[in-house]
């Protein structure tokens, strides 16, 4: 069965070649509805029907992945075929099997005897978080660290603000230094961007990351000292620092090393359903599955139980991302038609870095970041090298043209924490803060008091340090 599928995949892929080419310029901009259909019902159901979301969003998710590749098999078959297979096989497996190992091996990591909730502990831990994401990626990070922020503020009165500088720090800012850290760089990667060229955010991360630590620094001991001064501190912050499930430590360092092997290591390439993977690629693909197994059965059940570790959120992710996935399908192919595809207008207006960071950064802060980015990544590769084959492309743009795409790469990780949809990990830090008695502001209450006073401020100022 496997031999047969495969063997029809490969000549599907060999008649539809030539179409291939051109599909970009054929599509009609309209077939990049289901895309904005599905990242506005992740936007606006958990916030206006968010029971009936709970209970649906799969068949949402796959009623838009539906609308679009339904008519597209129909108009263009072999080739609409071998793009789809592309589409999951090349990015969507390895980025969830990435996503999934990160989660695991995180989750079976229990911190205990966070430092007390001053002002300066505090700080201390959203520092320490910050500096872990780009390892351990934002979503381990947050998952880590937000616990041990609760304990350590369990006896304090005003608790939000660090929750919310929390958000912006650990759950998208720290991520920006390795394909680790964010899941937008992460697709980056597998586009051909080397393993260690996102240091070139460092400076960047640094400027954000300092002025974010003082505003929270300042705002806390403000609030801390309007505290009544007999409030018995949490329990917990007296205890012993200690970590269960350290060995899930040498998964974490597994899941880096299994990366940056697929970045140094040039083996060839095999045809996988028709499509083109590196064998390095692969090995990765395995060794992540690998490592997940492996810290499932080396972390005991109680360790994870009192992480409150559950499959809802990375179920979820796996869910939705396989509609989004489909669905950017046709905003990829045009965008990487240049001026030839429906988007010619978007690629003669972004005409510098500064474009680009807003861009970029302002839809990543409304929608997932992780597409966001690769939108705008095709974009970039469009606008300068349309009708280039895509690793040549990468280069080129890398060599030529850096500074676009250090604005695409900032924008979707630090504007992730604009909102509480931007970035993944946002809402699960909500989520958690909320079951442990922080009473959370609103989506809208986020960002009027939090996210727009403190971020965009640094933002408009970080473009004209760096992207004027």
Not at 51 to 65: D, E, G, I, L, S
Not at 81 to 92: P, R
Not at 265 to 281: C, I, M, N, T
């Amino acid at each position: 069965m496997l031999f047969v599928l495969v063997a029809t995949t490969g000549t599907a892929t060999a008649s539809a070649a030539e179409g291939a080419a051109e599909i970009g310029a054929r599509l009609p901009l309209a077939s990049v509805l289901p895309f904005a259909g599905i990242l506005l019902s992740i936007a606006l159901f958990p916030l206006l029907a968010p029971r009936f979301w709970h209970h649906h969003y799969p068949k949402v998710a796959a009623f838009w992945a539906l609308v679009f590749a339904v008519p597209f098999l129909f108009a263009y078959r072999g080739t609409a075929l071998q793009e789809i297979l592309h589409v999951y096989i090349a990015d969507y497996v390895p980025f969830l099997l990435l996503l999934a190992a990160l989660f695991v091996a995180s989750g079976g990591i229990l911190l205990q005897g966070a430092p007390a909730g001053t002002p300066r502990g505090n700080t201390a831990l959203l520092a320490i978080g910050t500096l872990l994401a780009s390892w351990i990626g934002t979503t381990g990070a947050a998952m880590l660290m937000i616990r041990p922020v609760l304990r350590a503020n369990a006896g304090r009165k005003h608790r939000v603000h660090t929750i919310c500088f929390f958000i912006f720090l650990v759950a998208n800012v720290g991520g920006a230094l390795t394909p680790l850290g964010d899941p937008p760089l992460f697709l980056g990667f597998l586009h051909g961007v080397p393993f260690f060229w996102t240091l070139r955010l460092l400076p960047h991360m640094a400027f954000l990351t300092a002025g974010l630590l003082a505003a929270h620094y300042v705002l806390d001991t403000i609030l801390h000292r309007r505290e009544a001064p007999a409030r018995p501190a949490a329990p917990a912050s007296r205890e012993p620092f200690r970590i269960e499930g350290a060995q899930n430590l040498l998964c974490l360092a597994g899941i880096l090393g299994a990366v940056l092997l697929s970045g140094l290591w040039h083996a060839g390439s095999v045809r996988v359903l028709g499509v083109p993977r590196d064998v390095a690629g692969l090995v990765r693909d395995g060794l992540l599955a690998g490592l997940s197994v492996v810290s499932l059965l080396i972390t005991p059940a109680r360790t994870r139980a009192a992480n409150d570790f559950t499959w809802g959120p990375i179920r979820e992710v796996a869910i939705l991302f396989a509609g989004i996935f489909m669905t950017i399908l046709p905003a990829i192919a045009i965008l990487r038609a240049g001026p030839a595809g429906g988007l010619a207008g978007l690629l003669a207006w972004a005409s510098d870095p500064a474009h680009y960071f807003w861009a970029c950064g302002g839809l990543s802060s409304f929608l997932d970041n992780a597409p966001t980015y690769l939108t705008f990544f095709n974009s970039e590769l469009g606008k300068f090298y349309a009708g280039m084959p895509e690793p040549e492309a990468v280069r080129a743009l890398l060599r030529e043209h850096p500074a676009f795409l250090e604005a695409i790469s900032a924008g979707a990780v630090f504007m992730g924490a604009n909102t509480y949809i931007g970035n993944a990990p946002n809402f699960m830090v909500r989520s958690i803060a909320e079951e442990a008695g922080v009473r959370m502001p609103s989506f809208f209450g986020y960002m009027l008091r939090y996210s727009i006073p403190f971020l965009i401020p640094l933002f408009l100022l970080m473009t004209w340090i760096f992207f004027r």
